[in-house]
């Protein structure tokens, strides 16, 4: 018996031994100064948050807030291309260090990563053309509203538009044609997407008319990364109080992003 109890005394103190000499685990911001470059996720092909110039060239809202942190950061960029379904699992798998890419904050995805402070809204909208006096979904009934077929504009529009004639298009490219040949004169999408398709055809500028939600924006990574998170979320309130993360937003989808607002949700 006694040699027994002193076999558990030894593995155990053995196991307390060597779980204290384990080194460590370094935090990615440790690992992305060491490299010397950060590698970040973005979708380059939904303009303008990313997007290729006619040189093939990445640019767009996200990717000139990435070249910003990597600058500020003191290391090289390196853009690893995504898309929506894929932003998260290259972060589980370590293909990439933080997701700049239109990554809306929810319930859901905060359980598997952790966002920073948002740097900027999304609002869901119904837009129209100047000239149609819209305030309120009633003022849809009767009328035409362009949707892309199972997104969250179809669904809230669904609820909240009954009296209007929903018609609903497979892709956002064939709706900004329904509405740039004037097919439908009234839209449901991102507002982020209504100047793009303004420029097909600027006789037929559309506006916002009425926010249906509004999602917020972050830069997601890892879990249990403190020192990564503490960093860029402490860049997100510098740039967005010194006005950075506003005139990249402004340049590319000309609006103003509610800087106070999302400020406040960093002291809340």
Known sequence: MKTRTLLRLVAGAALALSTFALPA???TLDEIKKAGKIRVAIDTAIPPF???DDK????GSDVDLARLLAKDLGVELEIVTTTGPTRIPMLQTN????VVSTLSITPDRAKVV???IPYADHPSVVGA???LPIKEMSDLDGKKVAVVRGTTQDADLTKQAKGAQLVRYEDDATMALAVASGQVDILATARSLLPAISKKNPARTVEPKITMQTNYLAIGMRKDEPKLLAWVNDWVKTNLKNGKLGAIYKQYHG???PTDELLS???G
């Open 255 to 257: 609006f103003d992003i």
């Open 114 to 116: 952790d966002f920073t």
């Open 50 to 52: 990313g997007m290729t």
């Open 95 to 98: 293909k990439a260090d933080i």
């Open 129 to 131: 053309l100047k000239s």
């Open 265 to 267: 949700k960093a002291s």
């Open 56 to 59: 093939m060239q990445p640019t």
């Open 25 to 27: 685990q370094a935090d």
